[in-house]
């Protein structure tokens, strides 16, 4: 195990903080779900018949509460679409990378990273469940000893925390759970002192010289964020938890599963599944419409945010 610092403690605690909040949003979002699937009653006959220019038509029975249970559950739906599509495109595009990487073998002294065939300078950590570390073969010759130890030890730090899991995992939450700001919040923090922690142990593996790890981040591809650079320089930054924001959301979270539970004793959802050309009354038209037109919504809500 890694010797733990200060940024690394932030992060984990920030994890920590993010965890508790998205689990307590998507159980919100997939317990209106429920709500609304176990308030939905379904009957043989047709439970609200009207005539339209002599047509009979049966309609679902949907009172205030209902219609509002169903525009919450639309929002569930929108979080497990957009949860859904996530982890498919993350599985294919994690798939992609591992085929695609041009491996040369084992780097020469360091014998759990692998070499790339690529000119660019680039080292980086991937791999959700195993974590891998692998470093070009550019970087490997542009960069001197002391400055190559320090980019595999940033590697390392990630490897061991796990990070390429946890970064995917708070970004991809933090894109469906659009309606929570913390959440998204939290994960841009978490990523950042992730990359502090990791910078740190790099310094730590040669001597606390911030020189190296500067000289090793300047070479790479893709330049540096500016709240790495301001801690190689020594300038502190403010990575106090938001716990003001937090608590608005954990209350909003609260208060939206009250209105849940509450609709839920309230609301009348009834309809019937009656075949539409075996029974004079299809309704059963009707009723496809509502989770066709949900999932439609959360579809588009999940690629709008």
Same mark, same amino acid.
């Given at each position: 195990? #890694?010797? $733990?610092?200060?940024? $690394?403690?932030?992060?984990?605690?920030?994890?920590?903080?993010? =965890?508790?909040?998205? @689990?307590?949003?998507?159980?919100?979002?997939?317990?209106?779900?429920?709500?609304? !699937?176990?308030?939905? *009653? /379904?009957?043989?006959?047709? /439970?609200?018949?009207?005539?339209?220019?002599?047509?009979? =038509?049966?309609?679902?029975?949907?009172?205030?509460?209902?219609? %509002? #249970?169903?525009? !919450?559950?639309?929002?569930?739906?929108?979080?497990?679409?957009? =949860?859904?599509?996530?982890?498919?495109?993350?599985?294919?595009?994690?798939?992609?990378?591992?085929?695609?990487?041009?491996?040369? @073998?084992?780097?020469? @002294?360091?014998?759990?990273?692998?070499?790339?065939?690529?000119?660019?300078?680039?080292?980086?950590?991937?791999?959700?469940?195993?974590?891998?570390?692998?470093?070009?073969?550019?970087?490997?010759?542009? #960069?001197?000893?002391?400055?190559? %130890?320090?980019?595999?030890?940033?590697?390392?730090?990630?490897?061991?925390?796990?990070?390429?899991?946890?970064?995917?995992?708070?970004? !991809?939450?933090?894109?469906?759970?659009?309606?929570?700001?913390?959440?998204?919040?939290?994960?841009?923090?978490?990523?950042?002192?992730?990359?502090?922690?990791?910078?740190?142990?790099?310094?730590?593996?040669?001597?606390?010289?911030? *020189?190296?790890? $500067?000289?090793?981040?300047?070479?790479?591809?893709?330049?540096?964020?500016?709240?790495?650079?301001?801690?190689?320089?020594?300038?502190?930054?403010?990575?106090?938890?938001?716990? %003001? #924001?937090? %608590?608005?959301?954990?209350?909003?979270?609260?208060?939206?599963?009250?209105?849940?539970?509450?609709?839920?004793?309230?609301?009348?959802?009834?309809?019937? !599944?009656?075949?539409?050309?075996? *029974?004079?009354?299809?309704?059963?038209?009707?009723?496809?419409? /509502?989770?066709?037109?949900?999932?439609?919504?959360? *579809?588009?809500?999940?690629?709008?945010?």
């Amino acid at each position: 195990m #890694l010797p $733990a610092t200060e940024a $690394a403690e932030r992060a984990a605690r920030a994890y920590r903080v993010w =965890v508790g909040l998205a @689990g307590l949003a998507v159980l919100v979002a997939v317990g209106v779900i429920g709500v609304a !699937l176990a308030d939905l *009653s /379904v009957r043989a006959e047709p /439970v609200h018949v009207v005539s339209v220019l002599g047509v009979v =038509v049966a309609l679902p029975v949907a009172n205030p509460a209902a219609i %509002a #249970l169903l525009v !919450l559950a639309t929002l569930g739906i929108a979080v497990v679409v957009a =949860v859904v599509r996530g982890v498919v495109a993350i599985a294919r595009g994690h798939r992609r990378l591992r085929r695609g990487l041009p491996e040369l @073998g084992r780097l020469t @002294g360091a014998a759990d990273v692998t070499l790339l065939a690529h000119e660019g300078v680039h080292a980086f950590c991937a791999g959700l469940l195993r974590p891998r570390i692998y470093v070009s073969a550019g970087a490997v010759r542009r #960069l001197g000893d002391d400055e190559l %130890a320090a980019v595999i030890a940033h590697e390392r730090m990630h490897r061991a925390r796990r990070d390429p899991l946890r970064i995917v995992t708070t970004r !991809l939450l933090g894109e469906a759970l659009f309606f929570v700001p913390p959440v998204r919040a939290l994960a841009r923090r978490y990523d950042t002192l992730a990359e502090i922690a990791a910078d740190d142990h790099a310094l730590a593996a040669v001597g606390g010289d911030a *020189s190296v790890l $500067a000289a090793a981040m300047l070479a790479f591809d893709g330049g540096v964020a500016p709240e790495r650079a301001d801690h190689i320089l020594g300038i502190p930054g403010d990575w106090s938890l938001p716990l %003001a #924001l937090i %608590a608005m959301a954990v209350a909003g979270l609260a208060a939206l599963a009250l209105l849940v539970w509450q609709l839920g004793r309230h609301a009348v959802l009834q309809s019937t !599944l009656g075949v539409p050309f075996a *029974s004079p009354a299809p309704c059963v038209v009707v009723l496809a419409l /509502v989770p066709a037109a949900a999932l439609a919504l959360g *579809s588009w809500a999940s690629r709008r945010f």
